[in-house]
């Protein structure tokens, strides 16, 4: 069965101070999908990144990067110099190959960013 | 262009009536789900379609009906509401893999979601 955690239900940061938001995944397949998704005050979820189990290549996108690492099975997400309009619900959710079709969610990191 | 869209963005009913929540999308996508997200904001799946055929039934109540008339559509029809149901259900999208294993499965593209309060 595929399982997500976010183990942090809460952070509040400061503008501009780093921060980690952990991602911890649970499968029994080999080839899966990790992705993260955005989910803004306003209410609708927007995609961020998506990861294949065989990549494990770190990715950077402006101030986001993602880790991966197969061997903790943690899939963490990193944004740098944090801002107000980071302020959000983050999701990051596992889909199997197997299991095509079905993403499973975990139960979400809420963010805020003070000025 | 509204890449997935659903109406109607706010639904407030009284417990025991019969509601529609509709759901289009026009990325060419063979797959569309139901997501129910609670006041707790977890997302969890309730149904899916991979072209007209559900494929993903997960334990929802037989109140809730999708259907899928197209692959382009997938709409969700709840009978007898009860208060428990009110939360916010997103419909979403995605191109999944063809064959067992794929090296491509792309994101879920939802929906704005429609908020169901049932009073």
């Known amino acids: 069965a595929q399982k997500v955690t976010q183990a942090q239900t809460e952070i509040s940061v400061v503008e501009k101070e780093d921060v980690t938001l952990d991602c911890v995944y649970e499968t029994r397949d080999t080839t899966y999908y990790l992705f993260w998704y955005k989910q803004p005050p306003s209410g609708e979820l927007v995609f961020l990144i998506r990861r294949n189990s065989f990549d494990e290549q770190n990715e950077i996108s402006g101030r986001y990067s993602w880790n991966f690492q197969k061997s903790t099975s943690s899939f963490n997400f990193t944004i740098t110099a944090s801002q107000v309009v980071d302020s959000a619900v983050y999701f990051c959710a596992l889909s199997e190959a197997a299991n095509a079709g079905k993403s499973t969610f975990g139960d979400g990191t809420t963010l805020t960013v003070k000025p | 262009d509204t890449a997935v869209s659903q109406t109607p963005k706010y639904l407030v009913t009284q417990m025991g009536n019969d509601k529609s929540i509709k759901c289009e999308q026009n990325l060419g996508h063979d797959t569309m789900y139901w997501y129910k997200q609670d006041s707790k904001k977890f997302l969890k799946i309730m149904f899916s379609y991979n072209n007209k055929e559900l494929i993903i039934n997960e334990t929802v109540p037989n109140r809730f009906s999708p259907k899928s008339p197209d692959k382009a559509h997938l709409n969700l029809h709840i009978n007898s509401l009860e208060l428990g149901d009110s939360a916010v259900y997103f419909c979403?999208?995605?191109?999944?893999?063809?064959?067992?294993?794929?090296?491509?499965?792309?994101?879920?593209?939802f929906g704005n979601g429609t908020r169901l309060t049932v009073t």
């Open positions: 979403a999208s995605s191109q999944i893999p063809t064959g067992a294993k794929s090296s491509y499965n792309s994101p879920l593209h």
